[in-house]
């Protein structure tokens, strides 16, 4: 059979076919199109081969009869093939289901790249059994799978929907540097190299370099990868992550919780406004709750008392005692129980970075906020920063900080300072609470960890 299937030779129609995009399927009903893409699913009946091809637009059942079933490329095709595929789009008779609700009856197609079969088959190299280490290995073909891909392009869509948000709120946008001399977040998850003879980091955060925008910008946000030799090897901490960034001048500690709020639910709004998004969200996670406003607000030492109510003990098996780091496994538990987005404010300062802004008459303690969301814990902190210039440069010696190389950040306090605030949000807890992931991981395209840096 496969002997003769060589000599089947398939000839084009002459009528034109229009190239389109499985997304487009809809628009061009009963038209002759031609599409192109992966054979996502394949399977043959009663004389008919159904493909069910993938372009990363979408999905498209096609049906190749007669002839176009003989050749020797269909005969010996397999799944991520990449074929080109000529012939009518008709919407499926009642009570067949197919995506989009119509198939593409070919009348000619070829293939154009094949894939192995066997032992090397898509399928068996990227086996869903496999373990977590090898399906990282073969990241770059595990994005090919429907929820994958399905995470990414939702990705894509908060993204855009940040940045429209962002732009309503007239803050504009701004790209810091990567490469940096100065610590935001503590030297021990600082990743650092070699600058020409100079020791240099990959930056933890865009926070100061946002601070020194708002007098030439005003509010501004920034979309930038942040980098962090973390201690702490867990579902929701990667070595390079995407942080969204933004800094607000003149507002009070107050307006900065609203305006999370905001930037966060006007986002969502954005998001589910768009159909394509919204079905991927239906995919992945069925049971999402939109979050009531406004967020619940809790202090700390608020949080503290209800952790020990609970009987949930910190890190050494203890009761919490104020001044306690509240750590990972404690925050879950609680943003769990409580499942709803929560604003948990005043952190102490021993445990919070060096800029941030002490409470009037409650020194010992910060405007600082951590947005929680059930499932995933902490994926926003902000703060407000200290707006005086000797209080800075108190802090700065009280961390053991050298101002010197900070002369551009305590220059902001020098030539007009004022009050302001603002906030880093990590794109992949933010994607990993909205899609309903297990892990960070999945919410990064190619994510890094300790130990991981391929492909
Ligand atoms: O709380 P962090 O360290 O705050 C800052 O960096 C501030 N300078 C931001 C600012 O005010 N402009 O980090 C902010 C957020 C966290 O809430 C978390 O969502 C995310 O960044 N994040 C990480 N995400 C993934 N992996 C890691 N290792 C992360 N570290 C922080």
């Known amino acids: 059979k496969l002997e003769e299937s060589k000599k089947v030779v398939l000839e084009q129609p002459s009528e034109p076919a229009r190239k389109i995009k499985i997304s487009q399927g809809a628009q061009f009903r009963d038209q002759r199109v031609k599409v192109c893409g992966w054979v996502h699913r394949l399977r043959s009946q009663k004389g008919l081969t159904f493909i069910v091809l993938r372009d990363g637009y979408g999905y498209l059942q096609c049906v190749l009869s007669g002839k176009l079933t003989q050749t020797y490329d269909a005969l010996t095709l397999t799944t991520e093939s990449t074929v080109e595929i000529h012939g009518h789009i008709k919407a499926l008779p009642e009570g067949k289901t197919a995506p989009g609700g119509h198939e593409l009856v070919a009348d000619y197609w070829k293939c154009i790249g094949k894939a192995p079969g066997g032992d090397e088959a898509f399928t068996n190299v990227v086996a869903e059994t496999a373990d977590p280490n090898s399906l990282a290995d073969r990241r770059h073909l595990v994005i090919r799978g429907e929820t994958a891909s399905a995470v990414l392009k939702v990705r894509s869509y908060v993204l855009q929907a940040f940045r429209a948000e962002f732009e309503a709120l007239q803050l504009t946008e701004v790209t810091p540097p990567c490469m940096v001399q100065t610590q935001v977040e503590g030297g021990s998850t600082l990743f650092s190299f070699d600058y020409y003879g100079q020791p240099a980091y990959l930056t933890q955060s865009s926070q100061l370099y946002l601070e020194t925008c708002l007098p030439s910008l005003g509010d501004v946000f920034c979309v930038q990868e942040s980098f962090r030799a973390e201690k702490s090897h867990t579902r929701r901490h990667l070595s390079e992550y995407t942080h969204l960034e933004a800094e607000l001048a003149f507002l009070s500690f107050t307006d900065l919780l609203e305006h999370l709020e905001q930037i966060i639910c006007g986002t969502l709004e954005r998001v589910l406004a768009n159909p394509q998004a919204k079905a991927l969200l239906d995919q992945l996670n ?80 910060t405007e600082s906020v951590d947005v929680l969301m059930p499932g995933v814990g902490e994926i926003v902190g902000g703060s407000m920063r200290m707006s005086d210039q000797a209080e800075l440069l108190a802090a700065y010696k009280n961390e053991g900080i050298d101002a010197a190389p900070y002369f551009w950040y305590t220059d902001q306090r020098k030539y007009g300072t004022c009050e302001h605030g603002g906030y880093g949000l990590g794109v992949e807890r933010f994607l990993a609470w909205l899609t309903n992931r297990w892990t960070v991981r999945e919410a990064s395209l190619y994510p890094r960890w300790t130990g991981r840096c391929t492909p």
């Open 286 to 365: 069925p049971d999402f709750k939109f979050p009531s406003r406004p967020f619940r607000r809790m202090d700390y030492k608020e949080a503290i008392a209800w952790l020990n109510e609970h009987q949930i003990p910190n890190e050494d098996g203890e009761a919490h005692k104020v001044g306690d780091d509240i750590a990972e496994a404690a925050e879950r538990k609680m943003t769990d129980a409580l499942n709803v987005p929560i604003f948990l404010t005043g952190f102490p300062r021993e445990i919070k970075s060096f800029y941030m802004k002490r409470i009037e008459g409650d020194e010992g303690f």
